[in-house]
């Protein structure tokens, strides 16, 4: 019997981590920063564990050896991407490669994203798992669409081909009619590019201690 602290595994899920950046606009590798007991992507991969995926994808490039000297990368498979220069599209392809071949479902997760609670990665699991489930189901915060982002099996293909840095987005518009909104309470979680960013998450951890 899985202990409290590990959940059932959900057969036929994925993680797809996306933390392979050269965070180009930081200067310095974002996977790393203090947060927490640990390092920023640590609060990431923790909250992907609290969800029971069957199998964990971590797709890293920038700072490759130096995350995983320091982020507790249990429980994950690495994608090494070695154009990840190319905008997060290489990033997927690369961590798609290694899906096990029953994936019925995959949760694209961003490394710098330590706010999203795995309480909101359920609902998007059942909205695709319906007979006529959607191709893929997002999150719909209080103030706009954010991630995590949840795609069936059908549409894995179409997220393997894609090219350049914001191109799941042009994905989700262009199968506007086959993308479920799940209502998810809160704002779209902050993400750290820049040093005001970084200052932002850290207060919001303050405040929720």
């Not at 069936?152 to 393997?160: E, F, G, K, N, Q």
């Not at 309470?185 to 750290?192: A, M, Q, R, Y």
Request: aromatic content about 4%.
């Amino acid at each position: 019997m899985p202990s409290a602290a590990e959940p059932p595994r959900l057969a036929g899920t994925a993680a797809v981590i996306l933390a392979a950046g050269s965070s180009a606009r930081l200067g310095r590798p974002k996977q790393l920063l203090p947060y927490g007991d640990g390092v920023l992507l640590d609060a990431v991969l923790a909250t992907a564990r609290r969800c029971g995926f069957a199998q964990t994808v971590l797709a890293l490039g920038g700072a490759a050896e130096d995350v995983l000297g320091a982020a507790d990368t249990t429980g994950c498979e690495v994608a090494l991407n070695p154009d990840y220069g190319q905008g997060c599209s290489s990033s997927i392809a690369a961590a798609l490669a290694v899906l096990r071949p029953d994936t019925e479902a995959v949760v694209l997760l961003l490394g710098d994203q330590p706010g999203v609670r795995a309480e909101s990665v359920a609902p998007l699991l059942r909205a695709l798992s319906r007979p006529d489930g959607p191709g893929a189901a997002v999150c719909r915060y209080d103030d706009g669409v954010g991630h995590p982002l949840a795609f069936s099996r059908r549409l894995l293909p179409d997220l393997a081909s894609l090219h350049g840095d914001k191109a799941v987005w042009k994905l989700l518009e262009q199968r506007a009619d086959d993308v479920i909104e799940v209502p998810t309470p809160g704002p779209v979680p902050l993400d750290v590019d820049t040093e005001e960013d970084y200052r932002r998450v850290l207060a919001e951890l303050q405040g929720a201690g």
